[in-house]
Nanobody, 128 residues
Framework: QVPLVESGGGLVQAGDSLRLSCTTS????????MGWFRQAPEKEREFVAG????????????SVKGRFTISRDYSREYAPDTVYLQMNSLKPEDTAVYFC?????????????????WGQGTRVVVSS
């Protein structure tokens, strides 16, 4: 098991920014991908962004390209793996519960079923 803990959601206005964080319980050896998904009411869970921690090149959904940035925290060498999702220029359609997901892969899947580990989710509400 790889526990994932998200934080950083909240209520903001359109055009504002938020940063979500996802932290594992420790360092994850080998190829490990961490990603963000979101699920709006009555909609399917969709891929937002992902990154392979050892490689670093991110992947984004078209709907968030240019506005969202996924990054890894490299500031503490022996700290648990942490990724951030910086969300800028938020829109009402970004309103959803955002989930962190992870798996032992050296590529970035976009289907939820390809991830074995999930956080509890953090809610983001963007008002117009």
């Amino acid at each position: 098991q790889v526990p994932l803990v998200e934080s950083g959601g909240g209520l903001v206005q359109a055009g504002d920014s938020l940063r979500l964080s996802c932290t594992t319980s420790g360092r994850t050896p080998g190829a490990f991908v961490m990603g963000w998904f979101r699920q709006a009411p009555e909609k399917e869970r969709e891929f937002v962004a992902g990154v392979v921690l050892s490689e670093g090149t991110p992947k984004y959904a078209d709907s968030v390209k240019g506005r969202f940035t996924i990054s890894r925290d490299y500031s503490r060498e022996y700290a648990p793996d942490t990724v951030y999702l910086q969300m800028n220029s938020l829109k009402p359609e970004d309103t959803a519960v955002y989930f962190c997901a992870a798996n032992y892969n050296n590529w970035i899947p976009t289907a939820p079923g390809e991830y074995d580990y999930w956080g509890q989710g953090t809610r983001v509400v963007v008002s117009s």
